[in-house]
């Protein structure tokens, strides 16, 4: 297991896809609590490549608790967030409160399309868990011509705490068997983004995908680092006794040897495709 799990692959096993989906729902409040936002600059460019502005009428799919659902509608975008969870609903609902932004619990896969179309679909951090057999063809039928898809991946990178990411993965070697012997952040620039171009160009629904990347630092304490760690889906997959001797282990090596807090570095990426 990485230290964290990559959130750009799509799961092959549909059923292991599905409950690791739904596990975030457990626990809403940490999720919203610990879970970091996007850079600024990410909405000025959903602004200038997906037309995602004030007035844009914005579907967005896989709300969770609204890390970019609260910085759309404020700058004025109509928002329908859809979230299967409905503990992740219903924060998203009280972060929102106040706003224009409508929350809609349902599965994006299964929920009925509204007959006026969007001028964008937005999903942060969520695309990869819609069913790959539907969700390009769902996305496109929800936009008017012309109207954009904007997906956002986010990934952790080399950088940061650099020797810690190292040792750490002594910790998931010994508790999480699974883990390849040696795993490393990769590099930013060996993050690629074919697998998303080209699914977008196989459904040929969309236009050309344009991209866009940026990196952020955060440090954390280490019980910031442990609360993150366990909104991860394949943490929060791990029998009880495995999760506990793992997140021990972290706390012990970052208390230990790194003074109390870690840096992690983050490769956010942001890709805009619009409907022929």
Same mark, same amino acid.
């Given at each position: 297991?990485?230290?964290?799990?990559?959130?750009?692959?799509?799961?092959?096993?549909?059923?292991?896809?599905?409950?690791?989906?739904?596990?975030?729902?457990?626990?809403?409040?940490?999720?919203?609590?610990?879970?970091?936002?996007?850079?600024?600059?990410?909405?000025?460019?959903?602004?200038?490549?997906?037309?995602?502005?004030?007035?844009?009428?914005?579907?967005?799919?896989?709300?969770?608790?609204?890390?970019?659902?609260?910085?759309?509608?404020?700058?004025?975008?109509?928002?329908?967030?859809?979230?299967?969870?409905?503990?992740?609903?219903?924060?998203?609902?009280?972060?929102? &409160?106040?706003?224009?932004?409508?929350?809609?619990?349902? @599965?994006?896969?299964?929920?009925?399309?509204?007959?006026?179309?969007?001028?964008?679909?937005?999903?942060?951090?969520?695309?990869?868990?819609?069913?790959?057999?539907?969700?390009?063809?769902?996305?496109?039928?929800?936009?008017?011509?012309?109207?954009?898809?904007?997906?956002?991946?986010?990934?952790?990178?080399?950088?940061?705490?650099?020797?810690?990411?190292?040792?750490?993965?002594?910790?998931?070697?010994?508790?999480?068997?699974?883990?390849?012997?040696? *795993?490393?952040?990769?590099?930013?620039?060996?993050?690629?983004?074919?697998?998303?171009?080209? @699914?977008? &160009?196989?459904?040929?629904?969309?236009?050309?995908?344009?991209?866009?990347?940026?990196?952020?630092? *955060?440090?954390?304490? &280490?019980?910031?680092? *442990?609360?993150?760690?366990?909104?991860?889906?394949?943490?929060?997959?791990?029998?009880?006794?495995?999760?506990?001797?793992?997140?021990?282990?972290? &706390?012990?090596?970052?208390?230990?040897?790194?003074?109390?807090?870690?840096?992690?570095?983050?490769?956010?990426?942001?890709?805009?495709?619009?409907?022929?």
């Amino acid at each position: 297991m990485s230290p964290e799990p990559l959130q750009r692959d799509d799961t092959p096993d549909e059923s292991r896809r599905r409950r690791l989906s739904r596990i975030f729902d457990e626990d809403a409040e940490l999720y919203d609590r610990a879970r970091p936002g996007y850079p600024p600059r990410l909405y000025d460019d959903l602004a200038r490549l997906a037309g995602v502005r004030e007035g844009s009428r914005v579907l967005e799919v896989g709300c969770g608790t609204g890390q970019a659902t609260v910085p759309m509608a404020g700058r004025g975008c109509l928002v329908t967030a859809v979230e299967a969870g409905a503990r992740m609903a219903q924060v998203a609902r009280r972060n929102l &409160a106040g706003t224009t932004a409508e929350v809609v619990t349902a @599965e994006f896969e299964s929920w009925p399309l509204p007959p006026e179309p969007f001028d964008a679909v937005v999903s942060a951090t969520a695309f990869h868990w819609i069913d790959p057999a539907v969700r390009m063809a769902r996305a496109a039928k929800a936009l008017r011509p012309g109207g954009a898809l904007a997906v956002v991946r986010s990934q952790h990178v080399e950088g940061g705490s650099r020797e810690f990411f190292v040792e750490v993965q002594r910790c998931y070697e010994r508790f999480d068997p699974s883990t390849p012997p040696g *795993l490393r952040p990769p590099a930013a620039d060996d993050v690629d983004n074919a697998d998303h171009a080209g @699914e977008v &160009a196989r459904s040929g629904l969309f236009g050309p995908t344009v991209f866009r990347r940026y990196e952020q630092e *955060l440090t954390y304490t &280490a019980a910031a680092y *442990l609360d993150l760690l366990r909104t991860y889906s394949g943490h929060r997959a791990l029998s009880d006794e495995a999760r506990s001797g793992l997140l021990g282990c972290v &706390a012990d090596l970052i208390d230990g040897r790194y003074g109390g807090s870690v840096t992690k570095r983050y490769l956010i990426e942001l890709a805009v495709s619009h409907k022929r």
